[in-house]
């Protein structure tokens, strides 16, 4: 039985990608010559005519059904190959998230990481922003996901930051009469969102209350649905069952927030950086 060696494989799909010899082997890093002696060896090898080269460069039929089975083949040799690479990668992770961020779809990425590195050791804590900011800049974390600040305008994402929309949160039959104080359901002093809700409610001359305080957003969660008040929180964090609004009532709209990822990118173990590439693709991806 005969072996078709990658390499050979991996030139042809690029000759055909690119439409040429030497566009592919400025892309392989080959000379033109070393192409076309590839090409030779893959044709001798299959006993079959790839490419016909009378009038331009075509595929031919054969080496259409060769196309066809070197993608696949050049597939599964790379997902093995990186499959292979990422579980070497091995160490601890000390990772610190918002609370809000705990029922979210954090927990989900960080247990794909964990079947994808079994080698690397996370220790996840969850706290207030304002905390782990602290903790990081005191060296307890190698990594943080964190409310930097409140804007008022919905920025484009950079390298290391997201924006996201703060949105009311309500169990969906929350009755709001204005002639009421607003109850309202938050985190501790120290919570951005806590804060941002006052300062736009004071802002709008509308009263308010605290109803109910928890550093969980499980406690959170409970209080809402239970119909003892209201609260805020980033739109992608909102948990099932709870209903998010721009606005309720007279209430005021509350802005945006820039999440930040901390990290020293000088100093960074390989677990870090690959786990820092992971979550920052999933916010990403939630956030679009």
């Not at 209430?251 to 979550?279: C, I, M």
Request: proline content about 4%; overall charge negative.
């Amino acid at each position: 039985m005969k072996n078709i060696p990658t390499e050979l494989l991996r030139t042809f799909t690029t000759i055909v990608d690119l439409g040429g010899f030497t566009l592919a082997g400025a892309l392989l890093g080959r000379s033109q010559p070393a192409i076309s002696l590839q090409v030779k060896r893959l044709e001798d090898l299959l006993g079959i005519r790839v490419f016909q080269r009378n009038n331009g460069l075509q595929v031919t039929e054969e080496g259409e059904v060769l196309l066809g089975f070197a993608r696949r083949m050049l597939d599964i040799n790379d997902s093995a190959v990186t499959r292979l690479a990422k579980s070497r990668i091995s160490g601890q992770v000390r990772l610190g998230i918002p609370n809000d961020f705990e029922v979210s779809f954090l927990p989900r990425l960080l247990s794909q990481f964990g079947q994808a590195h079994p080698e690397v050791s996370l220790e996840v804590n969850c706290d207030l922003s304002v905390t782990l900011l602290k903790d990081f800049q005191q060296g307890h974390y190698d990594l943080v996901l964190a409310t930097d600040s409140l804007e008022e305008t919905l920025q484009p994402n950079t390298e290391d930051e997201f924006h996201e929309t703060i949105v009311w949160v309500t169990n969906g039959h929350f009755d709001w009469s204005d002639q009421q104080p607003i109850p309202l359901v938050v985190y501790p002093i120290g919570c951005r969102y806590r804060q941002q809700i006052i300062s736009k409610l004071n802002a709008a001359g509308i009263a308010w209350r605290i109803a109910y305080s928890s550093s969980s957003l499980l406690g959170i969660q409970a209080a809402i649905e239970a119909g003892l008040g209201i609260s805020a929180l980033a739109q992608s964090t909102v948990p099932q069952g709870l209903h998010s609004h721009l606005k309720i009532e007279n209430s005021p709209q509350l802005g945006h927030v820039k999440l930040v990822f901390k990290h020293d990118r000088s100093n960074q173990t390989d677990a870090t950086k690959r786990l820092y590439e992971y979550l920052y693709t999933g916010l990403e991806q939630s956030s679009s």
